[in-house]
């Protein structure tokens, strides 16, 4: 009877000890994230000095991040932020799926799903309002875009732009396959007004092809025809300001 307390002490020393231990582990501390549904994803490479050159642009002073950020993007290497920030070796299957030929490449997701992809080189600047259309589908440019030198093929018959729907969920399409499509039961009347596009480049196809998904109201399907200017909210605030997802 006379260690009964002696006991009990005991007891509730050692069962006080674990409280106090703090565990390095930093698996045991994480939290878990949820993705956001709408995101941009900018797919890098390892020594890739394209890709660190436009990601210094973009974080620059007074560049799209700075921007984007002031007005509640968020912009990280995980999969929660509006623009998602990753290595090639970390989404090959997705990578593979868009076909690109050099990197950074980006493109707008919904879920698990490449939505719209962007081509650099035709015209389009990477600013806060093309990111607001890979998030959105909606170009809402409150002006003009300023057009960049264009780096790509043209034959001066078709306006380019580097926002780009896919065609037949083919986010890297032949010339041919472009064409074909554009001809075919989607899009005939439409670009037949644009008279002989055989001759076209495969820049200018697709951009007629963008031009047709979102003035024939197909902003809502990643498989078909890609962003221009006809496609206005109406709101006085454009969506990079306030992405819907932010809210």
């Not at 002490?9 to 930093?26: G, K, Y």
């Not at 690109?100 to 035709?122: L, Q």
């Not at 820049?203 to 024939?216: A, I, N, P, V």
Request: glycine share 8%.
């Amino acid at each position: 009877m006379r260690l009964l307390p002696w006991l009990c002490a005991a007891l509730l020393t050692f069962c006080a000890v674990p409280a106090s231990i703090s565990f390095s582990n930093e698996a045991l501390t994480t939290t878990a994230i949820t993705p956001r549904r709408e995101r941009v994803l900018i797919i890098i490479q390892d020594d890739c000095p394209k890709c660190d050159a436009e990601l210094s642009k973009l974080k620059q002073s007074g560049g799209a991040f700075e921007l984007l950020k002031a007005k509640g993007w968020s912009i990280g290497p995980t999969p929660d932020s509006h623009i998602q920030i990753v290595n090639q070796t970390e989404v090959p299957e997705l990578a593979k799926s868009l076909g690109a030929a050099d990197y950074p490449a980006i493109a707008g997701v919904t879920g698990d799903e490449v939505i719209r992809y962007f081509k650099s080189g035709c015209t389009t600047p990477l600013d806060p309002w093309t990111f607001g259309w890979l998030i959105s589908g909606k170009n809402e440019r409150p002006t003009e875009p300023v057009s960049e030198p264009a780096r790509v093929a043209s034959t001066g018959n078709y306006r380019l732009r580097g926002n780009h729907w896919s065609v037949e969920g083919d986010f890297n399409p032949s010339h041919d396959k472009t064409l074909a499509h554009l001809r075919g039961p989607n899009h005939v009347t439409s670009a037949s007004a644009y008279g002989s596009i055989e001759t076209w480049s495969l820049e200018e196809l697709r951009s007629l092809h963008d031009d047709l998904h979102e003035r024939e109201g197909g902003l809502s399907s990643g498989v078909g025809v890609g962003s221009g200017s006809s496609s206005r909210s109406g709101s006085s605030k454009p969506s990079y300001l306030l992405p819907k997802s932010a809210r």
